[in-house]
């Protein structure tokens, strides 16, 4: 099997075993079974284990973006990232890599915190790209500047996501719209001041 097929599928076993069981107790072995390989070849294709969460997870990203991409520019950034929220919460393990991960690479030092931090750039910037694009066709207030409402957004979505994770007594979605429903207000408030 050529290299770029076992890559891919690797990465695809990964996925399903970091979804299926707790990311922290996943090993190669577990990878190797998922995606009916030897434990050699993933060690052979993936010299590094970081090396294949990446893999993971920026297919994990990649995916995302690319079908959710149409609602932000469509419906624009509330939207787009409650659409995140929803698909998070449909596949929880994937929350629970990428909050785990987030924390890993906030290390200084720590081999991937380069590339995670550039995703988590990506992630503000396409808010606030579409921050503007709202404030343009009149879906939001000119209230905010897109950046500081962006940063808002993206606090909001994050905290969300990690209570909905330590809290069995949260709705997320419910929770999105109450706290957006309020931003928005304070949003309008500010445009009238101005």
């Not at 750039?121 to 790209?129: G, I, K």
């Amino acid at each position: 099997m050529p290299d770029a097929d076992l890559r891919a599928r690797i990465v695809s076993g990964a996925a399903d075993a970091f979804r299926d069981g707790d990311f922290h107790t996943i090993g190669p072995d577990d990878v190797a079974r998922a995606a009916d390989v030897t434990v050699a070849e993933v060690h052979r294709v993936f010299p590094s284990w970081e090396l294949l969460v990446v893999a993971v997870v920026d297919r994990w990203t990649k995916d995302g973006r690319d079908a959710l991409r149409g609602v932000a520019e469509q419906e624009g950034a509330v939207a787009y990232l409650r659409a995140r929220l929803d698909r998070g919460h449909r596949h929880p393990a994937v929350v629970r890599v990428r909050v785990a991960l987030l924390s890993a690479t906030s290390t200084p030092g720590h081999p991937a915190s380069g590339w995670f931090r550039q995703q988590y750039t990506m992630l503000f910037e396409d808010v606030t790209l579409a921050l503007v694009r709202d404030v343009v066709a009149g879906r939001e207030s000119r209230g905010a500047a897109p950046r500081h409402a962006a940063e808002q957004l993206v606090a909001l979505f994050e905290g969300l996501q990690l209570q909905a994770m330590l809290r069995d007594d949260t709705d997320l979605l419910a929770g999105w719209d109450r706290a957006v429903a309020r931003m928005r207000a304070g949003w309008a408030a500010a445009a009238v001041a101005a």
